[in-house]
């Protein structure tokens, strides 16, 4: 079997295994599904809502920030604001004979060598696709002369009757915090840094949903917007200094012979590699977070953006990818945004998006003013004259010497819409005079780490997937952290008579009551019990026996009172005391306690 059909393989059973055993499979089977949507099963939700929960954990409660809910549907003029409505695209090529649509870099990506051609213009993905002769996915039919399209990922709605209100079902969380910033500032009393979080579903209309999790058009995002002040702010590096990771950078990936490096957080700041400290801190964040859920450290990297990948708000950007299914995908991203959010909702909303800065002693400096006769600019400019005085007033902010070099009988010029206009300094009222300040107002800058639970959820399913032999028997499990396995715990009676059935059921509900999560399972002989929980990740097993109930016979092992603990990976077996139990399982759960010191 080849590389490739072996992936496929891998895929294939992994998806097999989370439709049987409950993780995730397409919604709406009944009605033949739909591509792109996915429901989590009771195995796969309590996984999505444990990894959230260390998400959380890590972003929001260590790091002291705040978290936000924000809705899913927001109207057009955040989205007009924050650029989606006129950059948020992807390439579309339509099949010329059975009209499939598909996304034309990734009919490009996944025919030629070539590995980043979502950062090519569309006229050289065109070429591309003439020059190697591909055909589409569907049909086999040639894709070389047809069209390639930008088509905008944004789910389109109405709010209220009639079409009047539009909106979008938004494409990231993060909006729905930016257009909340003016009280999201006061919350935390306009003091810098600060940072907050969300985790909520967002949406996208994918040209050509694929590979299960990895391509989908409604999915779950862990966001964290902190905002900085850019002149002030530089995390402390000391928690992730020391924190090593491959680095994949630009510089590496366009180079010839280029690649990804093992490097500290530390030296890829002081190299100069990742020029912004704060990427670099979540960075560091991101992989022990990683690595805490389950993710494989040997198929995991930090590579870059290149230039025509770069988001139409971001000025850096670095992805986590991970390997799976022999192609890196990627995980999450970190950008620097700069104040280009608050800046455009600033601009386009009647709120202030900026913060206040208190200087630590008043500062009295001279400072050019204009206060323009409305009557005269009213009559003379129209409905431009309010933008005209605005106009002016920046002018004299920028450039007071355009009024002094004019004089008062002279004329300045503004432009207002691409039209310029002239004024007279007589009807500006320019002045220069002394201004004692407090303070000044400063738009924040943003630092934004962005994870996909989701894909989060695949890679971790993917990179624990193991298979073995258990006395002779081929046995196939997930080696998932117990911190986020689905099921902590599974409690069995040794058979379902003698009281041992009783006994089972009132220790699971013990346990229960303890916080842990268990799972009752009284069916079939006790190894297909524990085969059924090795392939959903329950890191342990109870097991009820007659010594349990102080009925064992002289040459059990064990004393009564007690149950045999079972751990998946290596199926050691250990006795314990039933008094003991909710707090072992508990340390053992929360990584205080190992199985070898049992």
């Not at 959230?52 to 936000?68: A, K, P, S, Y």
């Not at 002016?392 to 004089?407: D, H």
């Amino acid at each position: 079997m080849t590389d490739d059909a072996e992936r496929d393989a891998d895929g294939r059973r992994l998806v097999e295994l989370a439709k049987r055993r409950g993780f995730f499979l397409q919604s709406a089977g009944a009605y033949g599904g739909v591509s792109g949507f996915y429901t989590f099963g009771p195995q796969g939700a309590a996984l999505k809502q444990a990894i959230e929960d260390t998400w959380r954990d890590r972003f929001t409660i260590q790091e002291g920030n705040m978290e936000v809910d924000a809705p899913t549907v927001m109207p057009e003029p955040v989205f007009e604001a924050s650029g989606h409505l006129d950059g948020f695209d992807d390439m579309l090529v339509e099949c010329p004979e059975c009209g499939e649509s598909h996304r034309a870099d990734h009919v490009v990506e996944d025919n030629t060598d070539l590995e980043d051609a979502e950062a090519l213009p569309v006229e050289e993905v065109e070429e591309l696709i003439a020059e190697y002769e591909l055909v589409c996915p569907n049909c086999g039919a040639g894709l070389a002369g047809q069209a390639v399209e930008d088509f905008n990922l944004m789910f389109e709605t109405n709010i209220g009757p009639g079409s009047s209100d539009p909106g979008y079902l938004r494409p990231e969380t993060a909006q729905g915090i930016f257009i909340e910033f003016p009280q999201l500032a006061e919350y935390a009393r306009n003091q810098l840094p600060f940072g907050v979080t969300q985790i909520g579903r967002a949406y996208r209309n994918e040209i050509s949903p694929r590979k299960s999790l990895l391509r989908v058009r409604e999915f779950t995002q862990a966001e964290l917007e902190l905002f900085i002040d850019p002149e002030e702010d530089e995390p402390d590096l000391g928690p992730v200094e020391d924190v090593t990771a491959p680095f994949y950078p630009a510089t590496e990936q366009e180079a010839d012979d280029g690649d990804p490096y093992e490097a500290t957080i530390r030296e890829v700041v002081e190299e100069g590699v990742v020029g912004n400290p704060w990427i670099a801190y979540y960075l560091g964040l991101a992989k022990q977070w990683y690595d805490r859920i389950g993710v494989d450290m040997d198929r995991f990297r930090f590579r870059q953006h290149l230039p025509g990948e770069l988001a139409h708000y971001s000025a850096d950007c670095w992805d986590a990818e991970g390997e799976v299914d022999g192609d890196w995908i990627e995980l999450g991203g970190f950008s620097y945004r700069s104040d280009y959010d608050l800046s455009k909702h600033d601009e386009h909303s009647d709120e202030d998006f900026t913060v206040f800065k208190q200087y630590d002693e008043p500062i009295t400096t001279e400072k050019a003013l204009v206060d323009p006769d409305m009557s005269y600019l009213g009559p003379e400019f129209g409905g431009a004259a309010q933008d005209v005085a605005d106009a002016l007033a920046a002018l004299a902010e920028r450039n007071p010497a355009a009024f002094e070099e004019a004089g008062e009988d002279g004329d300045v010029t503004v432009e207002v819409d691409g039209e310029e206009h002239d004024v007279p300094v007589s009807q500006t009222d320019f002045s220069v005079e002394e201004v004692t300040e407090s303070g000044e107002h400063v738009t924040p800058h943003v630092v934004e780490p962005s994870l996909g639970i989701d894909r989060a959820l695949y890679t971790v399913l993917d990179h624990t997937y193991r298979a073995d032999e258990i006395d002779g028997e081929e046995r196939t499990f997930l080696e998932l952290p117990p911190e986020v396995a689905p099921t902590t715990v599974g409690v069995f009676p040794l058979m379902d008579r003698d009281g041992l059935g009783e006994k089972a059921r009132a220790i699971a509900r013990e346990l229960r009551e303890a916080g842990l999560s268990v799972t009752y399972d009284d069916a079939g002989a006790i190894g297909r019990r524990y085969r059924r929980q090795d392939e959903v990740g329950t890191p342990f097993c109870v097991t009820v026996d007659y010594t349990t109930i102080g009925e064992g016979r002289d040459d059990d092992e064990g004393e009564p009172g007690t149950v045999t603990v079972r751990e998946r990976d290596t199926t050691a077996q250990r006795r314990i005391p039933v008094e003991d139990l909710a707090e072992t399982l508990t340390a053992l759960r929360d990584g205080d306690l190992s199985f070898d010191d049992l």
